[in-house]
């Protein structure tokens, strides 16, 4: 965020620029730009269409495709969000935004490391497509120092891949020593920041070259959005540009106008999400049928200090290990949820609860545990609700686990 302004003052700001808000020669604006829907543009003439077709589209009306005020003003925004940047792109999910950050920088021949506790799409792009494209994918422990990372560097590495905290397991990776060890050897980072947001963790002001957000999670913020996006350097900006027009990528007005309205409140949200996640993650520690709670804020998480020492939050999203038990005993706890919802996706207004075995995606690492996994999103209820309604799932697990 921009030293002038404080963040939550940036987030009420950022992207309402008056041409945007406002009509030419007309006293007045709206206060958001509204939802700017097109495929055609028309031109006054043949002269003006062609000279259009010569010059930069950047944050101009050409065609549908190339994006209107709305989207503008929400990669405008998101490009404040993060120091150092010279623009976002947007895209229809956050998976497509991982998958054209990382075809934006690699091509046959090339290695990439990645972090062994990567969502497991992130995994699936690199084994299904990006092997078959001749790029090699190489998983490193996201508890590696920079000398152990140094160890698989070779002269076809070309970028590494960070997801910090690990979306299931929450290891906090040690960024700054990873990015200065690639800056030294030429090699690109680019992170998955989804669970801090730059709200909470500014990427490439700790030397990140490019950061993705799936902001299907917080920065919608309702859960009825999907859309994703990816902040780079100036560096790394213009070829990520060219590569995510080339895959005609873009996001509709409708979901951009909606992730704006989410930003817009993103740090009271966070902040919430923050203190009721914190309660509750303590709340959890002191209970005998949780073996560990691996949530950055608390020192049982690997990495904790790295998380103390680089960001300036917690977001709503962590997981506990159960004291033994099965798969059956930890459906027995979460199927009698009455204030968190079952299933997929999390950074919405509202609590959800999934089983997750983080086992099944690993391979440079092994996940041992004294139990079955659960993962919490925190949303915005009364945190005194859903400690009540663990407590009566911890009652049904240690009865189920007998
Ligand atoms: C850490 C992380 N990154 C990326 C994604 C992908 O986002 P989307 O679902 O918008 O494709 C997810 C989705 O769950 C995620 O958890």
New binding site residues.
Partial sequence: MSKDRKPLTQLAQAGRKPEWTGMPGQPGAIVNPPVWRASTILYDDVAHLRSAARSSTHERLFYGRKGTPTAWSLADALTEMEPGAEGTMLFP???AA?ACALLSVLKPGDQLLMVDSA?D?TRNFCEQMLKSYGIETIYYDPLADSVSIDHFINENTRAIFL?SPG?LTFEVQDIPAITALAKAKGIVTLL?N??ATPFFFPALSHGVDITIL?C??YIVGHSDV???SVIATPDHFPRLRQTAYLLGQMVSPDDAWLASRGLRTLGVRLNQHQESALQIARWLSDQPEVARVLHPALPSCPGHEKWARDFSGSSGLFSFVLNGGDEAARAALIDGLAHFGIG???GGFESLALPVDPARYRTATTWQAEGPLVRLQIGLEDPADLIADLDAGLARFRKARG
């Fill in positions: 999910s956050g998976v991982i969502y799409p997801e979306s998955d989804t669970w799936a299907t999670k999907m859309l994703g997929y996706s999390w």
